[in-house]
Every structure is written in structure tokens, then in C-alpha cells.
């Protein structure tokens, strides 16, 4: 057997643990890892709905001191601002 040869008895899991970490992270979905994954996709989706509640409630209450007429322009944009804030963090949940 040459040097550059794999063993016969060579198997793909084998093969995964010699490709590059990224690589190996990226394939982990695929090869079942167990639970822990599923504890931490359950803890992303609990986060990214409290992203998104807090966002909404935001939305809602700019709206109504916009209605009233009668607000601080600083806490409209402060407010305004934190809502930005939350988009940019909702989108890296999607990329």
C-alpha cells in the first residue's frame, strides 16, 4: 500500500474527523450529532422570538407617542435606534 492510499477498511466517519474543522462543523447537522445541538437550536429560536417580540413592541409603542404628539424627539430616537439594533441582530439569525 502506498502512503497516499487509504486503508480498505477506511470508513467515511474516519474520513470526516481528517477534513478541516469548518468543514467538520458544517457536516455535523448531517451526521446526527446528538442533543446538545438540539438544545442550542432550541435556545436560538427562543432568543430570535424574544428579538422579534421586543422589536414589534418597539414598532407599537413609537407609534402610539408619534400619535400623542406630545413626546421627546430624544426618545424617539433612542427608540428608533434600539429597534435598528434589534433588526441587525433578527437578520443574523437568517444569514
Do not use: W
Amino acid at each position: 500500500m502506498r502512503t497516499h492510499e487509504k486503508p480498505k477498511s477506511f470508513s467515511k466517519h474516519k474520513a470526516s474527523l481528517l477534513r478541516p474543522s469548518y468543514e467538520r462543523r458544517r457536516m455535523s447537522h448531517r451526521l446526527g450529532a446528538p442533543g446538545a445541538n438540539e438544545a442550542e437550536e432550541q435556545a436560538s429560536r427562543t432568543l430570535l422570538a424574544g428579538l422579534v417580540q421586543e422589536h414589534r413592541d418597539l414598532d407599537s409603542a413609537i407609534a402610539v407617542l408619534l400619535e400623542a404628539g406630545a413626546c421627546d424627539p430624544l426618545l424617539i430616537a433612542r427608540m428608533k435606534k434600539r429597534k435598528l439594533q434589534l433588526k441587525d441582530e433578527i437578520s443574523r439569525f437568517d444569514g
